[in-house]
């Protein structure tokens, strides 16, 4: 970093979410324009897939945040876990390398099983995070007609309205979002987690796109929302979104691998759902 930028009064929260908006837009409207080649994949696993669309929004999203900030650092997604320090993610609460400086993190198309299916349900999400706080983040799901945005000490917001997490107080009550971690559990079940969530609420769902399981907790249209395996690019624009609107996040455990474990919530019914999961032998 040279003299010149060491000395500079680091961006407005809101000025980083008007150019996060634009990232999570380039990347979300190159993905549904060419919805057509949702199937070209680069790399086809037995329950997931790397799309061609992946890398591409990826690009076009990183290449927003560059005009705007050349001296920033950016972790997507789609080079995350090529990086040399990828593994270290695991070491402090969200991104170490991001130390004193400004950090991007992407997830260019969340939810590309939906995605690569034809589904509805896929989001582009943007982040920027600085000595492991959220600054700004923005989570835009096209096909959905949404765009959720936040900043620090802004309100949360879906297409510009204020939104607010549910009153839902019990447990028993509640509508919980889960993922499945198919790469730790290749052959599955056991779905422990999965299992006990499901038998403490009111339902369990699994919508395989992370980033929007949390924006539908910070709208008020479910409750919380757990994962055991999660990385930081699916959860770190929505974990701001969430905390925005008057809910609570919480990082549970770092596994092997950058990977999370992690508790978004209406604060409400965190504790008790947060009793729960520990309560799952961990493997
Ligand atoms: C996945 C989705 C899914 C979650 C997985 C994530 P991706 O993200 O968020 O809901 O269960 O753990 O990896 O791969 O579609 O960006």
């Known amino acids: 970093m040279s003299a010149g930028e060491a000395q500079a009064p680091p961006p407005e929260p809101v000025a980083l979410l008007e150019t996060a908006v634009a ?21 086809l696993e037995r329950h997931d897939v790397k799309l ?23 972790l997507g997604e789609e080079d995350g876990s090529n990086r040399p320090d990828a593994p270290a993610l695991k070491e402090t609460a969200l991104c170490p390398q991001s130390r004193g400086r400004i950090l991007w993190v992407i997830d260019p198309i969340d939810g590309t099983v939906n995605f690569s299916h034809g589904m509805r ?29 936040a900043y620090q000490g802004g309100p949360a ?9 549910s009153a839902v107080a019990d447990l028993g009550r509640s509508v919980v979002t889960t993922g499945l971690d198919k790469k730790r559990h290749p ?68 596994l092997p ?3 999370l474990e992690f508790l978004a919530s209406n604060g409400r019914i965190h504790d008790a759902l947060r009793a729960v999961v520990k309560g799952v032998p961990h493997a």
């Open 257 to 259: 691998g950058g990977r």
């Open 23 to 43: 990232a999570a837009r380039a990347a979300g409207e190159h993905a549904a324009a060419n919805r057509h080649r949702r199937t070209e994949s680069i790399l």
């Open 187 to 254: 052959d599955g079940p056991p779905a422990p987690f999965f299992h006990a969530i499901l038998a403490q609420v009111q339902r369990a769902r699994v919508m395989g796109a992370a980033a929007y399981d949390m924006c539908r907790v910070a709208a008020g249209r479910a409750d919380a929302y757990f994962e055991s395996g999660i990385y930081l690019w699916d959860i770190a624009a929505a974990a701001l979104i969430v905390n925005a609107a008057g809910g609570r996040t919480e990082l549970l455990a770092h």
């Open 157 to 165: 917001a879906c297409n510009g309205t204020p939104i607010g997490v």
């Open 121 to 149: 349900e896929w989001c582009c999400s943007v982040a920027v995070v600085r000595d492991d706080v959220i600054l700004a983040g923005c989570v835009y799901a096209p096909e959905m007609g949404e765009l959720y945005t």
């Open 52 to 74: 061609v669309l992946d890398v591409e929004c990826q690009a076009r999203a990183e290449a927003c945040i560059r005009a705007r900030y050349p001296q920033h650092d950016i």
